[in-house]
């Protein structure tokens, strides 16, 4: 038997859920974690963010929403460079480190990245990846910006097998 809809109601176009609930049930939803790092010397920062999302392969296109109030946005906003670590599930210290107020900050980060060499962007040792990526587009999002950013280069962990 065919449903038969009612008319439409209203939704009050200001309806807001309470940032609580939001987030009582976002606690539920498992998600991916990476690291966010951009900058160089007294201007490296780095930070733990969920909500990196792949948006395509062709271009290679990924999104980050990244919170203005925090130390890593203008290390971003400013260079246009952008790395993304996928994390473990090995690294939930990393993830603790990363989402801490009194993390590495500048200079200090030196010790937690590696390159291979010159032109090569910094990679997290024990991620699953590190992606380099430039900024394309900034969304605003409230709070946040969500970054556009082009994917320049894969690096692969040593777990991942990329054949
Ligand atoms: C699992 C997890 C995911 C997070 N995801 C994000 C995110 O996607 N965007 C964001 O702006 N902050 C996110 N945060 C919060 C930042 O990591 C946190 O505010 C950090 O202290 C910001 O650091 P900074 O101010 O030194 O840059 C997340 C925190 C955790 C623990």
Do not use: W
Request: aromatic residues 6%.
């Amino acid at each position: 038997m065919a449903t038969t809809l009612g008319p439409a109601r209203p939704v009050p176009r200001s309806a807001s859920a309470p940032p609580d609930d939001l987030r009582a049930v976002m606690r539920l939803f498992p998600t991916g974690v990476t690291v966010l790092s951009s900058g160089r010397g007294d201007r490296a920062a780095a930070m733990t963010a969920n909500s990196f999302v792949s948006i395509s392969l062709d271009p290679p296109r990924v999104l980050v929403s990244v919170m203005k109030s925090s130390r890593t946005y203008p290390a971003i906003d400013s260079s246009g460079e952008l790395q993304v670590h996928l994390l473990s599930d090995r690294q939930g210290d990393v993830a603790r480190l990363f989402a801490s107020r009194d993390k590495p900050f500048g200079r200090d980060l030196e010790g937690h990245f590696t390159t291979d060499g010159e032109g090569s962007h910094p990679y997290l040792p024990g991620a699953l990846a590190s992606l380099g990526c430039r900024i394309e587009e900034r969304f605003p999002g409230g709070d946040p910006t969500l970054f556009l950013a082009r994917v320049e280069h894969v690096r692969p962990g040593l777990a991942v097998n990329m054949s």
